[in-house]
């Protein structure tokens, strides 16, 4: 892969791990970026369209996140949801005022007929971002999870249930007619090096992949695809990938992810911790690379951010990966 002007970058994220691979790319001078954040997580709450997945990577990349938990606003006030509670509201989804203040306007803009891919790019330019961030479909795609007690919508078992029942199957609603938006299908095509970020890839990547048009784009694209793994060493930073990797039948090591991946990925990054799997993903035509994945700070979601463009140097332009093995 070669290039003099900036590097049309794509992620493809959802999550906190999705959030901190985007800052570390936005914090490149020399890298276009565009950002497909999932829509899956969306719901409606106290009569709102909420996104969480498209509001952390604003928060995140606005420098407001609340960096303690991963989510919502910095040094927040909750005073609209205690109203809420004490007018017998469910308040469970924790909603702050500043973070109502968003969907209200989000809601809005929906009702008065908007596309939300617009309304997202108004928020985030208001936000001062930089970057294009880019909705996979205009339309409602929401994943809905079945445990043992019958199907619930993604936040209650994540939020509300606190991802403690199994997990026994997956859908992701309305996700066989949606379709793709223009502008994603475009940071596709155009894109450079596109990198699926470490985020959960049965609820975070794969409702956007799947979502007709997109996984076309991603084989017909010229532009190099790497994946970094969520999983380090058996493990999880944040969230219930593990778990839920296992109660559906996938491997949760971070082989087990580069099987989900490997129709479309060039290279898989995991973390040193994972070395003796790099023959394992070898083996599946995806190149294997490594580094230390670990996102605790600014300077190590920059570090890994620029490790990528040089793992993508090493790819043949617009050619296939060699299959020669490993010594």
């Known amino acids: 892969m070669k290039h003099n002007a900036p590097l049309k970058v794509t992620l493809i994220a959802g999550g906190v791990g999705g959030a901190k691979m985007a800052e570390g790319l936005y914090h490149l001078d020399d890298v ?189 694209t010229e532009a190099a695809k790497i994946g970094v793994s969520p999983i380090i060493n058996g493990g999880v930073v944040k969230g219930p990938a593990d778990r839920m990797l296992t109660s559906l039948g996938y491997e949760a090591t971070a082989l087990g992810v580069a099987k989900i991946y490997s129709d479309f990925l060039d290279v898989f990054v995991t973390d040193t911790a994972d070395a003796s799997l790099k023959p394992a993903i070898h083996a599946l035509g995806v190149r294997a690379e490594q580094d230390n994945i670990l996102m605790q700070t600014r300077e190590d979601k920059v570090q890994l951010a620029r490790k990528l463009l040089g793992f993508a140097e090493k790819l043949p332009i617009h050619g296939h990966l060699s299959k020669e093995p490993y010594a």
């Open 32 to 220: 276009e970026l565009s950002v497909i954040g999932n829509i899956a997580d969306d719901d409606a709450f106290h009569g709102l369209w909420v996104s969480p997945d498209i509001d952390t990577l604003i928060y995140t990349l606005a420098d407001v996140i609340d960096r303690q938990q991963g989510w919502g606003v910095a040094d927040e006030s909750h005073h609209a949801l205690q109203t809420l509670g004490k007018l017998g509201d469910d308040t469970w989804m924790s909603l702050g005022d500043r973070d109502f203040g968003l969907h209200i306007y989000r809601t809005h803009r929906r009702q008065m007929g908007d596309r939300p891919t617009d309304i997202t790019g108004s928020i985030a330019k208001s936000f001062g971002l930089t970057c294009d961030l880019l909705l996979p479909s205009d339309d409602v795609v929401q994943t809905r999870v079945k445990t043992d007690e019958g199907w619930i919508s993604f936040q209650e078992y994540f939020v509300k249930l606190r991802c403690q029942p199994d997990v026994r199957e997956l859908h992701y609603e309305c996700i066989e007619n949606a379709q793709p938006t223009p502008e994603a299908l475009r940071a596709i095509h155009d894109a450079d090096l596109i990198v699926i970020a470490p985020s959960n890839p049965l609820v975070s990547i794969l409702p956007i992949v799947k979502i007709p048009g997109i996984l076309q784009a991603l084989h017909t």
